[in-house]
C-alpha cells in the first residue's frame, strides 16, 4: 500500500512563495504520473500541475509560470513550488499518483495540506 504524505503549507503573504513536498513510500514515483490538485471551498478538486514518469510537466492556466512540479528520485519526493502567490491560490493542497496517462482516476491520494495567502 502507498502512502503519500505532504507538507509545506502554511498561512503567507500576497506575493510571497512557498514549496510543498511530498513524501512516497509503499511505492516508486518515477514509475507513476505524479499530480498536485487543489481544492478551495465550495469549489471541485482540481488539477493544477502533473509530471509524466518521462518528465514531461503540464500546468493549469491559472498556475501557468508560477508553479514549478519536480520529483527528487533519490528521495522518492515530489515537490510543487509556488511562487508569486495570489488569494485565490488558498485551498487545499493534494499530491496524487495514477497509472494512467490521461489523468482519468487517481491511484493513490496524500491528506491535503493547506494553504492559505492573505491578501
Known amino acids: 500500500q502507498a502512502q503519500l504524505v505532504e507538507t509545506g503549507g502554511g498561512l503567507v503573504q500576497a506575493g510571497g512563495s512557498l514549496r510543498l513536498s511530498c513524501a512516497a513510500s509503499?511505492?516508486?514515483?518515477?514509475?507513476?504520473?505524479m499530480g498536485w490538485y487543489r481544492q478551495a471551498p465550495g469549489k471541485q478538486r482540481e488539477l493544477v500541475a502533473g509530471?509524466?514518469?518521462?518528465?514531461?510537466?503540464k500546468y493549469g492556466d491559472s498556475v501557468k509560470g508560477r508553479f514549478t512540479i519536480s520529483v527528487d528520485n533519490a528521495k522518492n519526493t515530489g515537490y510543487l513550488q509556488i511562487n508569486s502567490l495570489k488569494a485565490e491560490d488558498t485551498a487545499v493542497y493534494y499530491c496524487?499518483?495514477?497509472?494512467?496517462?490521461?489523468?482519468?482516476?487517481?491511484?493513490?491520494w496524500g491528506q491535503g495540506t493547506q494553504v492559505t495567502v492573505s491578501s
Open positions: 496524487a499518483i495514477t497509472k494512467s496517462t490521461t489523468w482519468d482516476y487517481v491511484d493513490y
Open positions: 509530471l509524466t514518469s518521462g518528465g514531461s510537466a
Open positions: 509503499g511505492r516508486t514515483l518515477r514509475t507513476y504520473y
